[in-house]
T-cell receptor, first 114, second 115 residues
Framework: EAQVTQNPRYLITVTGKKLTVTCSQN?????MSWYRQDPGLGLRQIYY???????DKGDVPEGYKVSRKEKRNFPLILESPSPNQTSLYFC?????????????FGQGTRLTVV | AQTVTQSQPEMSVQEAETVTLSCTYD???????LFWYKQPPSRQMILVIR??????QNATENRFSVNFQKAAKSFSLKISDSQLGDAAMYFC????????????FGKGTRLSVIA
């Protein structure tokens, strides 16, 4: 089954404690991205990756890091989480930016930073 | 920069009736894609319908159809014969066809379906 898998789905952590949210897709997609969803703001892109070892900032990259060492994985790293990073996070992938623009989304990760 | 505006934070519809959700966007591009995504309480983001800007014909997927007005930069979603399972947040999104561009989302419209 084609899917994007995020883990964990729920996470409560304390300010300053490094964490990683994993994302994996099994569709051999080139393009992957991370979004955060906040009430009244919709989804905003944090980082994206065009392919292995190619990443770039989205609209709200501050406080986040990503890596793309393998095509299937695109982890989101919060080196020192803060309460304003409490949000719902989505990973998404698509075949490429031009051939197939449908984005497949993971099930979301609800992060709470206290 | 491209922007997407959904002017209706909340809408409601009676079961079996028809409802239209509004979306406008701002772009200087001529070639792009538009989408409607549904987010039910499970939080999953589900693609409802997609429209390619170069196609004049409005996209249709079963009970879901769009009214795409390119000159007016308007992309509304019509849901016919509304069902209880249609209750969700609906997001309009835009992506330019070329270049390293993300999906740009509107802020969403919460749709309630009344039995």
């Amino acid at each position: 089954e084609a899917q994007v898998t995020q883990n964990p789905r729920y996470l409560i952590t304390v300010t300053g404690k490094k964490l990683t949210v994993t994302c994996s897709q099994n569709m051999n997609h080139e393009y992957m991205s991370w979004y955060r969803q906040d009430p009244g703001l919709g989804l905003r892109q944090i980082y994206y990756s065009m392919n292995v070892e190619v990443t770039d900032k989205g609209d709200v990259p501050e406080g986040y890091k990503v890596s793309r060492k393998e095509k299937r994985n695109f982890p989101l790293i919060l080196e020192s989480p803060s309460p304003n990073q409490t949000s719902l996070y989505f990973c998404a992938s698509s075949l490429s930016r031009t051939l197939n623009t449908e984005a497949f989304f993971g099930q979301g990760t609800r992060l709470t930073v206290v | 920069a491209q922007t997407v505006t959904q002017s209706q934070p909340e809408m409601s519809v009676q079961e079996a009736e028809t409802v239209t959700l509004s979306c406008t966007y701002d772009t200087s591009e001529s070639d792009y894609y538009l989408f409607w995504y549904k987010q039910p309480p499970s939080r999953q983001m589900i693609l409802v319908i997609r429209q390619e800007a170069y196609k004049q014909q409005n996209a249709t997927e079963n009970r879901f159809s769009v009214n795409f007005q390119k000159a007016a930069k308007s992309f509304s979603l019509k849901i016919s014969d509304s069902q209880l399972g249609d209750a969700a947040m609906y997001f309009c999104a835009y992506r330019r066809r070329s270049g390293n561009t993300p999906l740009v989302f509107g802020k969403g419209t919460r749709l309630s379906v009344i039995a």
